[in-house]
């Protein structure tokens, strides 16, 4: 069984901003508010990149972290990864898409998972959880993203 998210956000900011920004993984504790910490573990000749993100501590004081490999292709637009630590996943997958659209970017992110089935919940839960925190984040991103295009003056 698979569980599938899919969210997007249109970003008024250039193609190669919104690519940059969201691309740069040591920034993510910068452009999301839920990672304390992104570190780089590894970059392959390929363009793989290993990395662990650490999240601040939940409610009753855990802190998740985990390792996941990112591949981007700046050609596509596209970046496609997968968690290699899974913690409550049995596995997790995401894509991420961009495409210039009329009022710029549209930015779609898709995860594709199975949660550990000795879980205290289940698929329909973290997809619930996904898809109100995915909006959360990538309405930040859109307003980070945005101001920076702001500054640049960059027009979109």
Do not use: C
Request: a negative charge; glycine letters at 4%.
């Amino acid at each position: 069984m698979t569980a599938k998210t899919e969210n997007t956000v249109v970003i008024d900011a250039p193609m190669d901003l919104v690519w940059e920004m969201t691309n740069d993984i040591e920034s993510w504790p910068q452009l999301f508010d839920e990672y304390a910490a992104a570190e780089i573990l590894d970059r392959s000749p390929e363009g793989t990149i290993r990395f662990r993100l650490t999240m601040f501590p939940d409610e009753e004081g855990k802190v998740w972290s985990w390792v996941s490999l990112r591949r981007p292709d700046a050609a596509t637009r596209t970046v496609r990864a997968h968690r290699v630590e899974t913690g409550p996943f049995e596995f997790m997958d995401i894509a991420w898409d961009y495409q210039e659209v009329e009022g710029g970017v549209r930015m779609r992110w898709v995860q594709e998972f199975h949660v550990r089935p000795e879980m205290p919940f289940d698929d329909a839960a973290m997809a619930e959880h996904l898809n109100t925190n995915t909006k959360v984040q990538m309405a930040r991103i859109k307003k980070l993203v945005e101001a920076a295009a702001d500054r640049s003056g960059d027009p979109a």
